[in-house]
């Protein structure tokens, strides 16, 4: 006969769980610490320092980047303007059998 389970779901060997029973080893979870607070000033400079490390794109990589982005675009457009017209075809012919 099998032994009652416990309310977590495992199965209990003499005082201990399965898991523990079967050598597991345990992870202790510590409580987050509390998070210092930061004034008004030194907020800003970590702004200020945050905001020195970005990485401009030069005007060459910008413009190549819109270039790409447009001929997506137009490749995006013709492939649903092709889809659209064959299903509107499609749907006409079916319609068009039922006259």
Known sequence: ???????GGRRTVGNQT????????TVA???PAPKKK???????????????KIVWPSRKETWIT???VFIMVLIA?????IVDTGLGFASRFILGLGQ
Request: charged share 15%; proline share 5%; glycine share 2%.
């Open 18 to 25: 399965a898991a523990a029973a079967s050598g597991a080893a």
């Open 66 to 68: 819109s270039v790409m």
């Open 1 to 7: 006969m099998a032994k009652a389970k416990t309310p």
């Open 38 to 52: 930061t004034s008004i000033p030194q907020f800003f400079s970590q702004v200020r320092a945050e905001a020195r």
């Open 29 to 31: 979870v510590d409580a």
């Open 77 to 81: 457009s013709a492939f649903f303007w």
